[in-house]
């Protein structure tokens, strides 16, 4: 028995036959109920409004607007995804995308060095943890720990100094074999002072006021002696025939006293010679005596190395009275004398004539370097 199919037209129903046709038109509004329309040989013509109203998101998607997509996977292969950076780090944790600018928090990610540069890191507050020695670090957290991890063991090594072989550290000892032991100073202000060859010994502090000499060939403590006066006085026991206007100069062939050989009573006689070892300053001192003779003036002179220096006159209309001969005024000098200087003393007189004169005292004295 063949059945009769009618189709509602949106106004009437309307009879088809038996079968459906290949194209069905539906206009106005139809309500379909758990039916199936192949896409393949059928064409659904509807806007996106009433496609979204009908068709949920697990069948399609608005590939333009703004859409909602709930656990879907979007196949980047052959898709592209065009969007903000602010919509991609509201729609997208920073496990699958992170921005290259700005600043972003990454949490237990892992970032190539060797294809990325980070810079602008502040190691007091960015940095944590501690770098091995096998990265240039030291693997410690203060200075002393630092240290002592950089340095070669220290287990046993107490007393001990950091040496090298020119290639690598190590702990060296003091090597006090043949040196003075510190022991043998005993007192503040002892001395070192060997004994006998590479024999050390011990001189302890002397007493205020006393000098270090030496003693037995060692040193020792000794009072201060009081200082050496170097120097000598010399004079004659005859007299010198002087012409004259002329200056002559007059051997001495006595000593007051010498204490270094200054001079000799026979040999250059006339001159005072310092000896090696006395240079410095020396005070030099002559009087000469005259006859009696009350005309003109007499003078003076020193002589260094052979050489006239100076010389003071006196005049005879004052004489000094009494006696058998008159003093000349005395020559009082400083002058600095080298080892191997000599200096003499002369004497002119100008009366017009010869005149007798011979030297009361010629004197140095040295004063000191």
Request: include cysteine; hydrophobic fraction near 35%.
């Amino acid at each position: 028995m063949a059945k009769l199919i009618r189709v509602w037209d949106g106004t009437t129903w309307q009879s088809v036959g038996n079968a459906l046709p290949n194209a069905l038109t539906i206009d106005g509004t139809q309500i379909l109920t758990n039916k199936t329309i192949n896409l393949a040989s059928n064409t659904v013509n509807a806007t996106l409004a009433q496609l979204n109203s009908a068709v949920s998101d697990a069948d399609v998607a608005s590939l333009a607007g703004s859409e909602t997509l709930t656990n879907k996977t979007i196949n980047l292969a052959s898709n592209t995804v065009s969007a903000t950076l602010a919509q991609l780090n509201t729609a997208v944790s920073d496990a699958d995308v992170a921005s290259l600018a700005g600043t972003e928090t990454l949490t237990n990610k892992t970032i190539s060095g060797s294809s990325n540069t980070l810079s602008n890191i502040d190691l007091a507050s960015q940095v944590t943890g501690t770098l091995p020695v096998g990265n240039g670090g030291t693997g410690q957290t203060t200075a002393t720990a630092a240290t002592n991890a950089l340095l070669p063991s220290q287990t046993s090594n107490s007393g001990k100094y950091l040496t090298t072989d020119g290639t690598n550290t190590s702990w060296g000892s003091v090597d006090l074999s043949g040196k003075t032991d510190k022991s043998i100073l005993t007192t503040t202000g002892d001395i070192y002072y060997a004994s006998s060859a590479n024999t050390p010994a011990r001189i302890g502090i002397g007493s205020s006021g006393q000098v270090l000499t030496v003693a037995s060939g060692i040193p020792s403590w000794a009072t201060a002696s009081a200082p050496n006066f170097r120097g000598c006085s010399v004079y004659n026991d005859f007299n010198t025939t002087c012409g004259n206007d002329a200056i002559v100069i007059i051997n001495m062939n006595l000593e007051s006293y010498d204490t270094d050989n200054f001079h000799d009573n026979v040999t250059n006689n006339s001159r005072i010679t310092i000896p090696a070892g006395l240079g410095g300053y020396y005070l030099i001192t002559s009087r000469l005596r005259w006859d009696q003779n009350g005309t003109g003036p007499r003078y003076t002179y020193w002589y260094k190395n052979g050489v006239g220096q100076a010389w003071v006159t006196y005049d005879t209309s004052t004489p000094w009275g009494g006696g058998g001969s008159w003093p000349s005024t005395p020559l009082v000098t400083i002058q600095y004398l080298n080892a191997g200087d000599y200096v003499q003393t002369a004497g002119k007189q100008q009366s017009g004539g010869d005149l007798p004169c011979g030297v009361w005292e010629f004197t140095v004295s040295r004063l000191g370097g």
